[in-house]
């Protein structure tokens, strides 16, 4: 069974940076899909971003710019460059991956990490 791993999350002050890892147990990494996604308190979860086995990106409007993510499969990770943070970026982060596609609705991603708390200060 697959498992998730992330780390990198912490307290930075509005303006600042954090990079987020997740790591993934198996083989086939290099043929999934890897996700991020976000969940404040009191809130749903949402899609953050996306890459495709293949490399190809995608982003939610509200971090579109600002964050970046990657892959690096001799790693078997996943990254997430969290770049000129705001106050409504804190949440819990969780990477999600598939064989396939990772959908922007959590709720048809079934391999989920445990997260990563980021807090953004003002």
């Known amino acids: 069974q697959v498992q998730l791993l992330e780390s990198g999350g912490g307290l930075v002050q509005a303006g600042g940076s954090l990079r987020l890892s997740c790591t993934s147990s198996g083989r086939t990494f290099s043929s999934s899909a890897m996700g991020w996604f976000r969940q404040a308190p009191g809130k749903e979860r949402e899609f953050v971003a996306t890459i495709s086995w293949t490399g190809v990106t995608y982003y939610a409007d509200s971090v579109k710019g600002r964050f970046t993510i990657s892959r690096d499969n001799a790693k078997n990770t996943s990254y997430l460059q969290m770049n000129s943070l705001k106050p409504e970026d804190t949440a819990v982060y969780y990477c999600?991956?598939?064989?396939?596609?990772?959908?922007?609705?959590?709720?048809?991603?079934?391999?989920w990490g445990q997260g990563t708390q980021v807090t953004v200060s003002s």
């Open positions: 999600s991956r598939s064989g396939n596609y990772i959908y922007t609705d959590p709720a048809r991603n079934d391999v």
